[in-house]
């Protein structure tokens, strides 16, 4: 099945200040990309209402039609110019073909489906208005982070050697992407996601029979709130609860 969510209402306004900031892109951006360029646009966590800018990047997103090497010069030196001028946000722009924006969402459909539910248009032309998501696609994809992110954590925990004070550091890492990977198994089960971090692993455990507790443990770990003798038991939570997971999107095509 897929999945194509209203365009519309992906459409948002850039919040201020952080708009005025990212409009400073704008100009610098356009003229490197000449008549290459097709759109600019913010995208991810700096549109969601819990941004954190003391520890989160702002995502910033060029199109351009065609991306050769003597094209992606000009690009990075619009990009230290502006960088030079000072900013207290930290932007990280990435540059996309409009060819890959009309053919790569099988291989990104979860990068994709962000893009198309939550997105501010600096400048150009929307490209990800006709843009669907195919549904096995982003089985695959939510299958393969949850496991990476499994195997990656249990060899964290194996060479720290189960240190209560690196289990408390691992849980803390964890929270990096938790959030996007929520909103993924959200929208892979038919739900829409809901913006804040704790509401989302709330409603991922709920969809799919799991901890609530366990999922929230990297949160908590990054606020503080999990003492170094209780994180092991908290993190072998949440890989239980990530195997979990994965066992039960492994099974999604079978339902």
Not at 107 to 134: H, K
Not at 168 to 188: D, K, V, W, Y
Not at 195 to 200: F, P, T, V
Request: with cysteine; aromatic share 8%; proline share 7%.
């Amino acid at each position: 099945m897929t999945q194509v969510p209203d365009p519309s209402r992906g459409l948002r306004p850039a919040p201020e200040p952080l708009a005025t900031d990212a409009r400073a892109w704008i100009a610098p951006l356009t003229q490197a990309a000449g008549t290459s360029f097709r759109a600019l646009y913010l995208y991810g966590s700096a549109l969601a209402p819990d941004f954190d800018k003391a520890t989160t990047i702002v995502n910033l997103l060029v199109v351009v039609d065609e991306l050769s090497a003597g094209r992606l010069a000009p690009l990075a030196a619009a990009v230290a110019k502006v960088r030079a001028q000072g900013s207290p946000w930290r932007f990280a722009p990435l540059v996309l073909e409009e060819e890959q924006v009309q053919r790569a969402a099988d291989v990104f459909p979860n990068d994709f489906l962000d893009l198309v539910r939550r997105r501010a248009l600096l400048a150009g032309e929307d490209l990800f208005a006709a843009t669907a998501i195919d549904e096995a696609h982003m089985r695959y994809q939510c299958e393969y982070e949850l496991r990476a992110r499994l195997i990656g954590l249990r060899q964290a925990y194996l060479f720290h050697a189960g240190a209560p004070d690196k289990c408390r550091e691992i849980l803390a890492g964890a929270a990096q992407g938790a959030s996007a990977l929520h909103r993924h198994l959200l929208s892979l089960s038919g739900l829409e996601p809901v913006e804040d971090r704790a509401g989302l692993a709330r409603a991922v455990a709920a969809a799919y029979g799991v901890d609530d507790a366990a999922l929230r443990a990297p949160y908590d770990a990054r606020k503080n709130l999990v003492p170094a003798p209780e994180a092991p038991a908290r993190l072998g939570a949440y890989l239980d609860t990530l195997s979990a997971l994965a066992r039960a999107v492994d099974a999604y095509a079978t339902r």
